[in-house]
């Protein structure tokens, strides 16, 4: 992770058990990426679809990689750097929990309700909905596993994490465009395959944790 100043972590544990670290509010300062097929200098928060994980929001991540996976998916493939200071917003932190779950599961599908009201923060972070985890949530969706099932499969996954900002007015006090890059040639072509790879390798392991938790 690229961070502007040294990073310090709160230590989470769940219900599961599992360990989760989470950035302390007074280093939230950042350098975040966003896939796209343009250069995004002013980025708006309300273009984008509703029907992703965390509903109408201009989407960043910290993981470069990550980044240049969704820029490969458009015909052109831009990645938009950003330095961003999240100090002074409202901030909502999930893990991959129930709470993470539910609000996943309800701007995907439109189905049950908000396990929160989002419109009190300026930004979302958690857990990404990407190909890794699109087998367990819609065998979750489909009534094949528990949502403790779920929740369990979800946290024996490496996922990446987003940061998602909810409003216009957060952005322009809190993100400074820095630079764009254009994925071409062999280096585009190899994270495609990269990503691909990536797709099958998860999707197998999700699998076989399933049959797992399913006893079979």
């Given amino acids: 992770m690229d961070y502007l100043d040294q990073t310090e972590y709160n230590i989470i544990g769940t219900s599961d058990g599992i360990i989760s670290f989470v950035l302390r509010k007074e280093v939230y300062k950042m350098i975040l990426y966003h896939g796209s097929d343009m250069v995004i200098k002013k980025p708006l928060s309300q273009k984008g679809r509703a029907d992703v994980d965390f509903g109408k929001g201009f989407y960043m991540t910290e ?10 998916n458009k015909n052109i493939s831009i990645v938009n750097v950003y330095e961003a200071d999240l100090s002074l917003l409202n901030v909502k932190q999930l893990l991959a929990d129930e709470e993470w779950l539910d609000y996943v599961v309800f701007y995907r599908t439109h189905e049950g309700k908000l396990p929160f009201d989002d419109t009190l923060y300026d930004v979302i972070c958690g857990p990404t909905a990407d190909d890794k985890l699109f087998v367990t949530l819609d065998m979750y969706s489909d009534g094949f596993l528990s949502k403790q099932q779920a929740i369990h499969i979800i946290n024996c996954m490496n996922y990446s994490c987003q940061v998602v900002f909810k409003n216009d007015a957060a952005m322009e006090n ?3 465009f820095k630079e764009a890059k254009e994925l071409k040639g062999l280096e585009r072509q ?12 998860a999707s197998k392991k999700a699998i076989e944790l399933i049959r797992k938790n399913n006893g079979r």
């Fill in 63 to 72: 993981d470069k990689k990550m980044a240049q996976k969704w820029a490969c």
């Fill in 174 to 176: 809190a993100v400074r």
């Fill in 190 to 201: 190899n994270i495609y395959l990269q990503m691909t790879e990536d797709r099958k390798l």
